[in-house]
Structures are given as structure tokens and as C-alpha cells.
């Protein structure tokens, strides 16, 4: 088991950087693969990107890339997702969720999550 909370997001304009942070709890952190979802009101919930156990291997959604950055940081069981050239369409609740899975790309495969952090990009 495992419990996760996120925090770092808000309020940034267009072309801005953002970084989320998700602090994990629990039994051991690096059983666990960890990914990233957002999800927009009225829209489902999309896919952003994950990091393998020992933080060697992160992986996006195609769509992601060259944008946003994840990593981890197993010494204080955190795990962040960097966020750069921010545009509206990035406006959406981010959440942070835990696999037991070596590689997981769909919610399904996600055993455990967090609340959910707001994202809000102005233009």
C-alpha cells in the first residue's frame, strides 16, 4: 500500500514552467512503478508520463515530449514532473498514481493515486 499527494500546482501564463511534486508514503517507495495523468473538466483522463522503479527509465505519451520531464527521488520518496512552455490546452487537474506493473501506460494499470493537483495556464 501506498499513499500519495501532490502539490506545486497553480496559476502560470502561457510560455511559463511549472514543477509538480508527489510525496509517497507507505510501504517501500521503489516497488512501485509512478506515472503521471491530467485530466480537464468534461474530458477524459489522458496519459502524461511514467518513470520506471529505480528512476533510470522515463517514458511519454508522444504528445508530451520535449515539454515536460519526469524524475524521482527515491531517498525522499518524491517523484516530479517538470513542466516547461506552457499552453492553455495544459489547463487540467494533474495526478500522481503508482503501478505495480514494470511498464504501464492506461489508467487500468494504475493501482494507486493521489487527488490531484489544479493546473491553470493563462494566455
Known amino acids: 500500500q501506498v499513499q500519495l499527494v501532490e502539490s506545486g500546482g497553480g496559476l502560470v501564463q502561457a510560455g511559463g514552467s511549472l514543477r509538480l511534486s508527489c510525496a509517497a508514503s507507505g510501504r517501500t517507495f521503489t516497488r512501485y512503478l509512478m506515472g503521471w495523468f491530467r485530466q480537464a473538466p468534461g474530458k477524459e483522463r489522458e496519459f502524461v508520463g511514467g518513470i520506471s522503479r529505480s528512476g533510470a527509465s522515463a517514458y511519454y505519451a508522444d504528445s508530451m515530449k520535449g515539454r515536460f520531464t519526469i524524475s524521482r527521488d527515491n531517498a525522499k520518496n518524491t517523484v516530479s514532473l517538470q513542466m516547461n512552455i506552457l499552453k492553455p490546452e495544459d489547463t487540467a487537474v494533474y495526478y500522481c498514481?503508482?503501478?505495480?506493473?514494470?511498464?504501464?501506460?492506461?489508467?487500468?494499470?494504475?493501482?494507486?493515486w493521489g487527488q490531484g493537483t489544479q493546473v491553470t495556464v493563462s494566455s
Open positions: 498514481a503508482a503501478s505495480t506493473r514494470i511498464t504501464a501506460w492506461g489508467q487500468y494499470e494504475y493501482d494507486y
